[in-house]
């Protein structure tokens, strides 16, 4: 559900999901990153990544919620740039979602509506419909943002996942004591 169409009422059961995650599951690309990637004549391959979304990781793992990753494609970019993040739950070249997503359940013996998944294309929808608080980018696929929870206003790549984890701390209460720890 975009943001222009959430009612008073649909605001409040989004809150009321998101104060129950304890785990932000994510893909890549077209999340993370706007979902181009740049090849050279020597198979070097390039993304970019959000800054806004590096740190909106790191806050979540800061109030102890656990972030992971499962993406389709396999890229030392992603294992890079995770290691930065002290992202340890990094799941590449997961064409089929679903068995990674039981095996994070069970890890952390969490229940489906302990988990928020962040996807952009028709590969998330199951995981997408699965959990707890579904969410889409904002230029993610029209059949995927209709099946969501909550569609970002940010497009991939471009502060989605920022905007997932401050609705999550916001949810939970924790984001004022955040705001707050940065204004001294």
Sequence with gaps: ?????????????????????????????????????????????????NIKDGLGIKLLMQQNITVAVITGRQSQIVKRRMAELNVTEVHQNQPDKRQCFASLMEK????????????????????????????????????????????????GGDGAFRELAELILGSQNLLPDILEGYQH
Excluded at 13 to 34: F, H, P, Y
Excluded at 110 to 128: F, M, N, Q, R, S
């Design 108 to 155: 952390f013996d969490l229940e489906v509506d302990d988990i928020a998944y962040l996807g952009d294309d028709l590969p998330d929808l199951p995981l997408i419909k699965q959990c707890g608080l579904g969410v889409c980018v904002a230029d993610g696929h029209w059949f995927v943002q209709q099946q969501a929870d909550w569609v970002t206003s940010s497009r």
């Design 1 to 49: 559900m975009s943001n222009e169409a959430l009612s008073r009422e649909n605001i409040q059961q989004l809150a009321e999901k998101a104060r129950k995650i304890k785990l932000v599951i994510t893909d890549v690309d077209g999340v993370l990153t706007d979902g181009k990637v740049f090849l050279d004549q020597t198979e070097n391959e390039l993304k970019s990544f």
